[in-house]
T-cell receptor
Framework: DTGVSQDPRHKITKRGQNVTFRCDPI?????LYWYRQTLGQGPEFLTY????????KSRLLSDRFSAERPKGSFSTLEIQRTEQGDSAMYLC?????????????FGSGTQLSVL | QQQVKQSPQSLIVQKGGIPIINCAYE??????FPWYQQFPGKGPALLIA?????SEKKEGRFTISFNKSAKQFSLHIMDSQPGDSATYFC????????????FGTGTKLQVIP
């Protein structure tokens, strides 16, 4: 169990630029999630994948956001035309679905700062 | 709409003290209540969880108390240590499906030696 890995750990960008984050879940986990955490708040659900299928998207995920999980392995989250309000910690989590006490394992996140 | 309310926002206790963090939820469809611990620069990590069919659960120094009728639950940390200094989040979700978790706003705990 090598844990959930996220890259990059930090990203500074200018408003209007596009950014892409990567998440590598725990290898045997079939479920993958993206959450967003702003300063002083708890994480908020953004989207969920079961294998390669994106099964739910939060209304927080505007059309500038797109997430993919090709082949049900790693996932990417892209933000187009970034805005200052996008500044946050983007957390990826994974889990093994179907377990009685399914546990979420979070990565250390990508801290995005939009200038 | 904040579905899980958490208090206090911050807490300072001396080593050996018993910090208590309280949460309340609104959605009666929630039936799984985990607590997460987060250190600076890290993602949240599951600490302990409870389902509403029990009123208390203990794991090591951590205890969850659950009051279904009041829709409230709390975390107690026995014999707190400086290494427990972290931000704690209560959370809630519906079991039987994927982990769409609703988090509280967090409590920053500082344990003074």
């Amino acid at each position: 169990d090598t844990g959930v890995s996220q890259d990059p750990r930090h990203k500074i960008t200018k408003r209007g630029q596009n950014v892409t984050f990567r998440c590598d879940p725990i290898s045997e986990h079939n479920r993958l999630y993206w959450y967003r955490q702003t300063l002083g708040q708890g994480p908020e659900f953004l989207t969920y994948f079961q294998n390669e299928a994106q099964l739910e998207k939060s209304r927080l995920l505007s059309d500038r956001f797109s997430a993919e999980r090709p082949k049900g392995s790693f996932s990417t989250l892209e933000i187009q035309r970034t805005e200052q309000g996008d500044s946050a910690m983007y957390l990826c989590a994974s889990s093994l679905g179907g377990m009685a006490n399914e546990k979420l394992f979070f990565g250390s996140g990508t801290q995005l700062s939009v200038l | 709409q904040q579905q899980v309310k958490q208090s206090p926002q911050s807490l300072i206790v001396q080593k050996g003290g018993i910090p208590i963090i309280n949460c309340a939820y609104e959605n009666t469809a929630f039936d799984y209540f985990p607590w997460y611990q987060q250190f600076p620069g890290k993602g949240p990590a599951l600490l302990i969880a409870i389902r509403p069919d029990v009123s208390e659960k203990k794991e090591g120094r951590f205890t969850i108390s659950f009051n279904k009728s009041a829709k409230q639950f709390s975390l107690h940390i026995m014999d707190s240590q400086p290494g427990d200094s972290a931000t704690y989040f209560c959370a809630a979700s519906k079991s039987g499906g994927y982990q769409k978790v609703t988090f509280g706003t967090g409590t920053k705990l500082q344990v003074i030696p």
